[in-house]
Structures are given as structure tokens and as C-alpha cells.
């Protein structure tokens, strides 16, 4: 799994440019470097502190590589995370194999592990001053949810999680920078509100990836704060069928319902994401604009983030109705 994670890279147009690794907890920061001189030089990690500093034109810096043991055992990298002309390109690792406790890693499942990753992943874009993120999946999943499996097997440790998946949630809906999301894949459950935290959500037309919200068909009634984030990203015609009725939805409706920006071939999701990021990179120009648009961010949803990991409460994930690999349970 390491080395498949380790060997991956991103298809045309960033092939050409060549690599400076970076290392943080638990994540890889690969900062590549352009041939065009109008792009800003690369970026390194200076030290265990994770400052980054210009590197120099006409060199490489490797760094050593950095990982934090789960406290199942496992270590593991789930993301890696590209700076492409002021943007941070962030995604979540398909490889193929199963988590100690049996969830598939290539489903991108909320648990501890992909939390610390995605927070370290985001406190380095902050770090390095980025002007807006793209956060994408491998495979066929961009998320799946909670990981129900995990849960399962550390029940007293599900308030906890719960409340760490919401306060991603809300660091999500309000950072500094704009965000997109590249939902190359799936996005249901607790991945469906993850999806829904970005400004803007691009899929591909020609992609069999779903949206969903299960927690009629797994016993789980979602906090307040998820559901006011919901609420606030969807049109309200779309919450009763979302939220009470669990109906699944694919490109073609979420883009007439203006829950999803863009719909590019699969091709040509990335390369889509990226250049509508660095569209919006004056909105995250520098510090005070940053700020800025923090606070509108904040008081927009403002709902959502007064309860987001703040008013935690047991979704009933002790009682829940899923079946031992974390889907809903078959009468």
C-alpha cells in the first residue's frame, strides 16, 4: 500500500514538471515545479516545524519522509498534495487492500487516520500562504461516509470521531481560500456532506458517481450541525427527498439543481477543477483578503458552524442497521 501510494502521480498536464518532495505528519506535500519562469519557484519544508521557504530555482530538495502510527498499528499515507501555480492539489489515494479492521482504503471512509491527514494536509496549504485548494479522489469513491466498520469495532470512541468529522466539516465550509471539490466518485453519507462543504463541486457527466444521504436505511439520524451544512448547500425542495428519504442522485440532476458547479468529462475533471481554482485565486490573494473571506464564510453559514462540533449528539451508532461492511442491512 505505501508503495502504491507513494508511486502515484497526476495525469497530463503535470506530468512535465518535475517533483520536490515535502514531508509533514502523516502526509507527503509534493510541490512541483513549472518550466515557466512566471511561475512562483517551489516550495520546501524547512525542519520538523513544517515552515516552508522558496527553494532554489535550479534545485531539487528532498526531505525526509515523515508518518504517524494509527493506533491499530497501521501507517500508512492516504493523500498527496500538489502546489500547481498558487494552488494546493490535495487527493486521497486509491490503492487497493483493506484497513486492519476491514474497511477498503480506496473508499476514502472518515476515521481517525484520513482526519489528521486531511487537517495536516490543510494546516501545510495554510502555511505555504496557497490561494485556493482542490481536494480530489482516486477511484471509484471520492467518500463513502463514516467508517462504519471502525466505528463498529471502537463504539465508545464514535462520539469523538463524530465530533472531529464536524469540526473538518466546518473548517471546510469556512476556509480562507476557496475551495473545490473533484467528486471523481461516490459521495454519500458523511462524504456527501463533506462534498458539500466546498464552494464549488465539480463531477464528471460521464461518471457513474452518486449522492446520498443513508441514514434512514442505516438508523443513524445526522446532528444538527450536518444537517444545518446540508441545508444551508441545497436547494429546499431537494431536503426532504436527501435527508427523509435517502433517494440517490447522479450528475445530470445534482447539476440542474445547481448542487453541482460543472460537470467535464472524467478526463478532464482535475485539469477543470484546478483552472476554475486558480479563477478564483484573487479571493484568496493575500492576508487580508483571506480574512475576508473567512468571516463572510462564517456569518453565510453561520448555522451550520454554532453547531458543527459544538452540539454533538449520538447519531445511534451502537444501534445502527448496517451490515458488517458498513453498508445498509438487507431485510
Not at 425542495?237 to 440532476?253: I, S
Request: glycine letters at 8%.
Amino acid at each position: 500500500l505505501a508503495q502504491a501510494a507513494t508511486t502515484r502521480g497526476f495525469q497530463a498536464p503535470y506530468q512535465q514538471v518535475g517533483p520536490s518532495y515535502c514531508c509533514f505528519p502523516m502526509f507527503r506535500l509534493l510541490a512541483r515545479r513549472t518550466c515557466s519562469a512566471a511561475i512562483p519557484a517551489p516550495l520546501t519544508a524547512v525542519g520538523s516545524s513544517g515552515r516552508f521557504l522558496p527553494a532554489k530555482a535550479a534545485t531539487n530538495v528532498y526531505a525526509t519522509r515523515n508518518r504517524r502510527t494509527f493506533s491499530s498499528g497501521t501507517s500508512m499515507e492516504l493523500l498527496k498534495t500538489e502546489i500547481v501555480d498558487g494552488v494546493a492539489v490535495v487527493t486521497m489515494l486509491g490503492p487497493e487492500g483493506n484497513f486492519p479492521w476491514g474497511t477498503r482504503v480506496f473508499e476514502h471512509r472518515i476515521n481517525p487516520l484520513l482526519l489528521n491527514q486531511v487537517n495536516a494536509a490543510l494546516d501545510a496549504a495554510e502555511k505555504a500562504e496557497v490561494q485556493a485548494v482542490v481536494v480530489a479522489g482516486e477511484g471509484r469513491f471520492f467518500c463513502n461516509g463514516m467508517d462504519l466498520q471502525y466505528i463498529t469495532a471502537n463504539v465508545a470512541e464514535s462520539t469523538k470521531i463524530q465530533t472531529e468529522a464536524e469540526l473538518l466539516l466546518s473548517r471546510i465550509l469556512t476556509l480562507n481560500v476557496p475551495t473545490i471539490a473533484a467528486l471523481n466518485g461516490h459521495f454519500t453519507a458523511a462524504g456527501a456532506m463533506l462534498g458539500l462543504a466546498f464552494d464549488v463541486r465539480v463531477m464528471p457527466s460521464d461518471g457513474k458517481g452518486l449522492f446520498f444521504v443513508p441514514g434512514i436505511d442505516i438508523g443513524l439520524v445526522y446532528s444538527a450541525g450536518m444537517t444545518e451544512l446540508m441545508k444551508a448547500k441545497m436547494p429546499q425542495p431537494l431536503w426532504n427527498d436527501v435527508l427523509c428519504f435517502g433517494k440517490r442522485y447522479q450528475c445530470a440532476e445534482l447539476l440542474q439543481h445547481g448542487v453541482v458547479n460543472a460537470a467535464p468529462p472524467t478526463s478532464e475533471l482535475v485539469a477543470t477543477a484546478v483552472e476554475m481554482a486558480k479563477g478564483l485565486k484573487s479571493k484568496g490573494k493575500d492576508a487580508k483578503t483571506r480574512e475576508t473571506l473567512h468571516g463572510i464564510k462564517r456569518n453565510l453559514y453561520k448555522d451550520a458552524v454554532a453547531t458543527l462540533g459544538r452540539e454533538v449528539e449520538d447519531m445511534g451508532f451502537a444501534s445502527g442497521t448496517w451490515d458488517p461492511t458498513g453498508r445498509a442491512a438487507k431485510n
